[in-house]
């Protein structure tokens, strides 16, 4: 029988390779990826790692143990301090400074990513909670293996690459698979839904960070201006 996670996978499978084999990810594999492009998505990270760091934080708060507690306080951690240094490496390669960052808003995506993690974590019990949380983690790692493995040794994204396929971020995973397949076994079949709904949801909204990120999307995409 298959477990709740794998049940989550088969379900979304079509979603996933839809990301793997998008522009931005396919561009990235082959080291053609516009510069501008990965310059906006590093961005963008940066802002949507605050936002999912909150989120682990709410969830963590929320844990049905202590185990739980210890396992979302320290991704948190991680997201700030391992993951945002990643990121400071490329903005010193970018030319970007923190006053530039800190004038760069959210996309109208990484806002919506954002706002639906945070809301979902702060509203939704632990499970479902963590259920949100797992694409970010699982995609992540999938991506970044595939690319891993098909990627050259003196590619320009080399450190992105590196940090997703890493042993360390691996484990990481494995350990959030395992939560929720563990709190997904003890809730009711009403939280086993909710737990459904909110991966596939943050499973599209991956793809639309990407996207977004490759097409250098901003506010003023998605607004009408009004006409003189």
């Known amino acids: 029988m298959a477990s709740f996670t794998q049940e989550l996978w088969a379900r979304n499978l079509a979603l996933f390779e839809a990301t793997r084999s998008m522009p931005f990810n396919t561009e990235l594999l082959d080291g053609s990826l516009n510069a501008q492009a990965f310059s906006h998505y590093i961005l963008q990270d940066a802002h949507y790692l605050e936002g999912f760091a909150r989120a682990l934080a709410l969830a963590s708060a929320k844990g049905l143990s202590a185990d739980h507690v210890v396992q979302f306080a320290g991704a948190a951690e991680e997201a700030i301090v391992v993951e945002r240094s990643l990121h400071t490496d490329y903005f010193k390669t970018f030319g970007i400074g923190n006053d530039a ?14 706002s639906f993690l945070v809301a979902t974590a ?63 076994a003890d809730t009711s079949e009403r939280n ?34 009004p006409s003189a």
Not at 158 to 171: E, K, L, N, P
């Open 192 to 225: 086993r839904q909710k737990m459904h709904r909110v991966y596939k949801r943050s499973a599209q909204l991956e793809w639309m960070f990407w996207d977004s990120a490759y097409r250098q999307a901003d506010w003023a995409d998605a607004i009408v201006q």
């Open 122 to 184: 702060a509203l939704q019990p632990f499970e479902v909670a963590v259920a949100a949380l797992l694409p970010c983690f699982w995609i992540y790692r999938e991506v970044g293996n595939h690319i891993h493995a098909h990627a050259a040794r003196d590619h320009p994204y080399r450190a992105w690459i590196d940090t997703y396929a890493g042993d360390d971020f691996s484990q990481a995973v494995d350990r959030v698979i395992a939560t929720v397949d563990g709190v997904a």
């Open 101 to 114: 960052f800190s004038r760069t808003e959210r996309t109208p995506v990484c806002d919506h990513y954002v």
